[in-house]
């Protein structure tokens, strides 16, 4: 059983993470924010990439189920599958701003795996359910309701394309494309596809 505090420690604001990065933070930094022993995490969590990863994961999975209520929300307006998609990404384009420690830990976390095996293979699990969850969330279904090829090939290419916008709205936020953009973008690809069938 994990200590009380230990995995939300390092993703709240003002937090060990929020203050130094996944790169930089250490078990002690992790212990004072939670108010445990450093002997606690270890014995807990085995090391601090396991608790790191744990808490990013957890994050990214609230953040899929604040965004899931706010687009059945949107959806029960009315709203047509084009405008509920773009409001898919116009939800996503905010948490890049609103949420975005979280996402720098994504990538600092990726960079960190080619180092450590462990991480690697948890973060692998990690895109795994991601695809899963993506691909439920557009069909409007639950994870259990999405087989393995829909995964692979809806979910897999809704993460490619969150992440290609996630890169570009965390390095240069003026130019990264807005929701309309990216949607008249998918439909022009969308056509060309469809041109060579």
Same mark, same amino acid.
């Given at each position: 059983?994990?200590?009380?505090?230990?995995?939300?420690?390092?993703?709240?604001?003002?937090?060990?993470?929020?203050?130094?990065?996944?790169?930089?933070?250490?078990?002690?930094?992790?212990?004072?924010?939670?108010? #445990?022993?450093?002997?606690?995490?270890?014995?807990?969590?085995?090391?601090?990439?396991?608790?790191?990863?744990?808490?990013?994961?957890?994050?990214?999975?609230?953040?899929?189920?604040?965004?899931?209520?706010?687009?059945?929300?949107?959806?029960?307006?009315?709203?047509?599958?084009?405008?509920?998609?773009?409001?898919?990404?116009?939800? #996503?384009?905010?948490?890049?701003?609103?949420?975005?420690? !979280?996402?720098?830990?994504?990538?600092?976390?990726?960079?960190?795996?080619?180092?450590?095996?462990?991480?690697?293979?948890?973060?692998?699990?990690?895109?795994?359910?991601?695809?899963?969850?993506?691909?439920?969330?557009?069909?409007?279904?639950?994870?259990?309701?999405?087989?393995?090829?829909?995964?692979?090939?809806?979910?897999?290419?809704?993460?490619? !394309?969150?992440?290609?916008?996630?890169?570009?709205? !965390?390095?240069?936020?003026?130019?990264?494309?807005?929701?309309?953009?990216?949607?008249?973008?998918?439909?022009?690809?969308?056509?060309?596809?469809?041109?060579?069938?």
């Amino acid at each position: 059983m994990k200590p009380r505090g230990l995995a939300s420690c390092s993703l709240e604001p003002g937090a060990a993470w929020r203050k130094k990065g996944w790169a930089r933070i250490t078990v002690r930094d992790i212990a004072a924010a939670s108010g #445990v022993s450093m002997a606690a995490i270890g014995y807990h969590f085995g090391s601090r990439e396991v608790l790191l990863t744990s808490a990013l994961i957890e994050a990214i999975d609230e953040w899929g189920t604040r965004l899931g209520r706010t687009l059945s929300a949107y959806g029960s307006e009315g709203a047509s599958a084009a405008e509920h998609y773009e409001a898919l990404w116009a939800a #996503v384009i905010g948490s890049f701003t609103e949420d975005r420690t !979280l996402w720098l830990a994504t990538l600092e976390a990726l960079v960190q795996a080619e180092h450590s095996d462990d991480l690697r293979r948890y973060l692998a699990t990690g895109q795994a359910q991601g695809r899963r969850g993506l691909a439920a969330l557009l069909r409007g279904t639950s994870e259990d309701g999405i087989d393995d090829a829909t995964a692979r090939s809806l979910g897999s290419t809704q993460l490619a !394309l969150f992440t290609g916008l996630m890169t570009q709205w !965390l390095t240069d936020p003026v130019q990264a494309p807005r929701a309309p953009e990216g949607v008249s973008g998918l439909r022009a690809l969308t056509h060309l596809v469809r041109s060579e069938v």
